[in-house]
């Protein structure tokens, strides 16, 4: 009976250091554990990795997060980040809880803030430095494409701690008015959601808008859409006429605008080569 114990409560303990293991060395997938939507984690760790930051990826609309993972291995290898993928699969999460982040459920309410897919962020965040032993590992969010709408949104509802909001090669963009319906603007929401204190710390967020000045070619997965079509002719012009527009509404109120926009000459809509760039560095970390 006590070998039978103590086998027991050897097996749950090696469970248990096993469930806490760091992150593997080289590429790995796990899986963000959750009793109604688990979210499975594309992962890489420089072999060489010494405890730099974390770098969460946001894939685009082919929902390809293992492709993204190894788009970024790059940017791990070259600044000794921990590199997470997270995988919004297009069954659970099409554009209204992707692109959009649920903030708007089909019935056209909005839905509390723990029902966001914003919401997943800070809680893989948490998983990793779980895992890692490190609970202050800063970390920083890029997404291409769909990703970048999904993190410019989330830079205005839910910015979370990250160093800095990367959205690269945005389709479309939330700009800081209400003049515009939501997506698009801030129009049709409440007014705890569309005030000018929550557009002013919109404007306040650590977010860089990255751009390819290659990436004005309309094709069929941009967004061409009238209201998009009003920021617009492409990805580029779009990404400029947000900025600019920024930084008009924070010069008329007087607020801060912690925006940044970089680009990286010739590149097109394509995640690895914007990711490999040399700009990459200075759109993530600043110059």
Same mark, same amino acid.
């Given at each position: ?19 806490? &293991?760091?992150? %593997? ?5 796990? =899986? +963000?554990?959750d ?8 992962t ?8 730099? %930051? ?10 390809? &997060? ?50 966001w ?33 999904? +993190?410019?949104?989330? &830079?205005?509802?839910? %910015? ?8 690269a ?9 209400? =003049? ?22 919109y ?17 069929s ?24 527009a920024?930084? &008009? ?13 970089v ?16 700009e ?8």
């Amino acid at each position: 009976m006590i070998r039978r114990l103590s086998c027991g409560l050897a097996l749950l303990l090696l469970v248990q250091v096993s469930a806490a &293991a760091p992150l %593997p060395a080289g590429p790995g997938r796990t =899986e +963000l554990p959750d009793p109604g939507e688990p979210i499975t984690l594309f992962t890489y760790k420089p072999p060489t990795y010494r405890g730099g %930051p974390l770098l969460i990826v946001c894939h685009g609309v082919q929902r390809n &997060a293992e492709d993204y993972r190894n788009f970024a291995i790059t940017l791990a290898e070259r600044f000794g980040a921990l590199v997470v993928a997270p995988l919004f699969d297009k069954e659970r999460f099409p554009l209204a809880r992707y692109q959009r982040g649920g903030l708007v459920g089909a019935d056209g309410k909005v839905q509390p803030a723990e029902r966001w897919t914003y919401s997943f962020i800070p809680r893989i965040v948490a998983r990793v430095r779980e895992l890692e032993g490190k609970p202050d590992l800063p970390y920083y969010l890029i997404g291409h494409s769909a990703g970048g709408q999904f +993190l410019v949104r989330l &830079a205005a509802f839910m %910015p979370g701690a990250a160093e800095r909001i990367i959205a690269a090669n945005t389709g479309s963009h939330l700009f800081p008015t209400r =003049e515009a319906d939501f997506g698009y603007g801030f129009g049709g929401l409440p007014p705890g959601l569309s005030s000018d204190d929550v557009i002013r710390r919109y404007l306040a967020a650590p977010l860089t808008l990255f751009q390819g000045t290659g990436d004005v070619v309309a094709d069929s997965s941009m967004d061409a859409s009238p209201p998009a079509m009003q920021q617009g002719p492409n990805r580029l012009a779009r990404g400029r006429a947000v900025f600019a527009a920024a930084q &008009a509404l924070a010069k008329e109120k007087g607020w801060v605008c912690n925006w940044r926009l970089v680009e990286t000459r010739g590149v097109a809509h394509e995640a690895a080569f914007m990711f490999a760039a040399r700009e990459a560095g200075d759109a993530i970390f600043g110059k």
